[in-house]
């Protein structure tokens, strides 16, 4: 029950990063339709299975691209949900930009989308669109397979961590420019000042990946410890289940009760109505021999040496089949049930584990950015980088700006050229690499923006799986708990993270 919860209350607890101010680009396909785009291709709209609203667009197996026809007010961070018609069905799309928008334009690609077959469903998909000076958008799909639909596309504004970027560019840049024209010292003091400055910058966009990446990660290990959406997948939390089970004691022995007792134990208990998380392992291994005893209890040569009353002799006879016939049917249900569940949780912990990596990598980097500025990659200085004492960071930002300054300074005082341009470089590869962890974050979020998805269509009212009306009402208490949770959830983790 406190699944939910629990996230929410890790997200809530977070300093925000600098987020999008506003939205740049927006085409749900809705009333726009598809006025914002050119196309080549056969992509339509259609009124089936959007993701949102009425409205999606709809390109059939092959080669298409869509042109957006107006040129964008600034680039940013696309996002765009997409759906395969089915399992077998695979996509991949580039995303490239162009200062104009023809076809023979020159088209820089800036990211590829690629998503192989193995799961249905609309997955969230955010990339960095933000090449300057490029202003048009174009997205060449290719479809497998089947078809894939697209919708609620939208870029949002330009990130802190990508003005950085564009910002340590035109320093390296200038800096090299001003050594192939002449050696002015004062000149490139002030560029090395602020080569300094950008470098330094840099440490507190890694500090906050790293504290959202923490944060996800303390918030998934509690989202897995404990779940309410588990509890759907429970047999004692279904009335059909507990009737069966006390329709099969009263017809079996002392010992055969207890035998029952020890193959739902897992489930939890009874008495106290307490219920555990159910997996599939669980599950497949009570299922088949809950009914073989089941069948063997209302065998006649069972119940009639068991010691039974007359009426409890009857009463086997005249309802083991049906007792079986709903057992049966109501383990099918349950089944489907638990497959959806089991899906969720598979894929909460690949989500887990990207983050473990991208964490561990990050922190990689962090050290390597320490040492590159002549201070020590100690958990002392690692300490200073992340602590919650704005103070303590700027003095460490200080230092580390301070040192790359001095240290491309000297190397220009000294007349060594070579090992000056070796030092600014190697800068700006350290800079240029935080691009691939930008990237990485894009992709959790997307696989969490794709798991609230997916989270919100297993618990939706058509998704019950019961047909006995009791059985449906308790699915459907429980997926009202859950569904007030993922909305607490969602909106939390938008608010800290988007």
């Not at 059985?471 to 429980?478: L, S, T």
């Amino acid at each position: 029950m406190r699944r939910f919860m629990l996230f929410c209350g890790v997200i809530l607890a977070l300093p925000v990063l600098a987020r999008p101010a506003g939205t740049v680009f927006n085409s749900d396909f809705e009333q726009s339709g598809l006025s914002q785009w050119r196309t080549l291709g056969d992509c339509q709209l259609t009124s089936e299975q959007p993701r949102s609203g009425q409205g999606a667009l709809r390109c059939t197996s092959g080669s298409h691209t869509l042109f957006s026809r107006d040129a964008l007010g600034e680039q940013g961070l696309l996002e765009l949900w997409v759906l395969p018609e089915s399992e077998l069905t695979s996509y991949r799309i580039q995303v490239l930009v162009s200062d104009r928008s023809t076809l023979d334009s020159a088209w820089q690609p800036v990211a590829v989308i690629e998503h192989q077959s193995g799961s249905s469903g609309y997955k969230a998909h955010r990339v960095s669109v933000d090449d300057p000076g490029r202003k048009f958008l174009r997205l060449d799909i290719e479809a497998q397979h089947g078809f894939v639909q697209l919708d609620d596309l939208q870029i949002e504004r330009i990130l802190l961590a990508t003005a950085l970027t564009k910002n340590e560019q035109r320093i390296i840049s200038g800096i090299l420019d001003k050594l192939r024209r002449d050696q002015n010292i004062e000149l490139q003091a002030e560029s090395f000042r602020s080569l300094g400055s950008n470098y330094a910058a840099q440490l507190e966009v890694q500090r906050q990946y790293l504290e959202y990446a923490n944060a996800l990660h303390s918030g998934i290990s509690l989202v897995l410890a404990s779940s309410e959406r588990n509890k759907m997948s429970n047999p004692m939390a279904y009335a059909s289940f507990r009737n069966i089970i006390s329709d099969t004691k009263r017809v079996t022995s002392k010992i055969q009760q207890a035998r029952l007792n020890s193959m739902i134990k897992p489930f939890g208990d009874l008495v106290t109505a307490s219920l555990n998380v159910v997996s599939a392992g669980t599950y497949s291994a009570f299922a088949e021999p809950f009914k073989s005893f089941l069948a063997a209890s209302f065998d006649r040569s069972n119940y009639q040496n068991a010691g039974l009353s007359r009426a409890d002799r009857k009463f086997a006879e005249e309802q083991g089949l049906k007792i079986y016939q709903d057992a049966e049917r109501f383990l099918t249900e349950l089944e489907r049930e638990l497959q959806q569940v089991s899906q969720l949780d598979n894929e909460l912990s690949n989500i887990q584990r990207t983050i473990e990596s991208f964490r561990r990598d990050l922190e990689k980097h962090l050290r390597d950015t320490l040492l590159h500025a002549n201070i020590a990659s100690s958990k002392e200085n690692i300490s200073r980088v992340l602590s919650k004492d704005e103070k303590v960071r700027q003095s460490m930002s200080a230092a580390v700006s301070g040192n790359i300054s001095l240290k491309a300074g000297s190397y220009l005082n000294d007349g060594n050229n070579t090992e000056l341009i070796r030092f600014v470089l190697k800068t700006s590869e350290l800079l240029d690499s935080m691009q691939s962890y930008k990237d990485g974050f894009n992709q959790i979020t997307s696989q969490m923006l794709t798991y609230y998805e997916r989270f919100d269509r297993s618990v939706a009212p058509e998704q019950n799986p019961f047909t006995d009306k009791a059985d449906r009402e308790a699915w459907e208490n429980h997926a009202k708990k859950a569904r007030e949770y993922l909305k607490q959830s969602r909106e939390s983790f938008n608010k800290a993270y988007l």
